[in-house]
């Protein structure tokens, strides 16, 4: 099992930046797969980020070329570099960790979640 903790959520101006950090108390590591969603009101949860433990990125369409996702071993920390930031971002975003026990079986845990607001 992993806790995870989020930090650096806040209001921002469209165009400005943030970046979130998500700290385990574990290590990383082996963790194959971390992310960051986010769920704005009245939407459901999803992806906008995702690396897993050999540092293969993915990215939601609606972020690609705004956001960067990167993790620190060494901290135990994964973070979501936010640039370029629109109204739209507005949303709680989530820190997720993906452990896969086996090759049928795979375990998520979350963050409790950091609100990102952007102002137009």
């Known amino acids: 099992q992993v806790q995870l903790v989020e930090s650096g959520g806040g209001l921002v101006q469209a165009g400005g930046s943030q970046r979130l950090s998500c700290a385990a108390s574990?290590?990383?590591?082996?963790?194959?797969?971390m992310g960051w969603y986010r769920q704005a009101p009245g939407k459901q949860r999803e992806l906008v980020a995702s690396?897993?433990?050999?540092?293969?990125?993915n990215y939601a369409d609606s972020v690609k070329g705004r956001f960067t996702i990167s993790r620190d071993n060494a901290k135990n920390t994964v973070y979501l570099q936010m640039n370029s930031l629109k109204p739209e971002d507005t949303a709680v975003y989530y820190c997720n960790a993906r452990i896969a026990y086996s090759a049928t079986y795979s375990e998520d845990f979350w963050g409790q979640g950091t609100q990102v607001s952007v102002s137009s």
């Open positions: 574990r290590s990383i590591f082996s963790i194959n797969a």
């Open positions: 690396i897993t433990s050999v540092g293969s990125t």
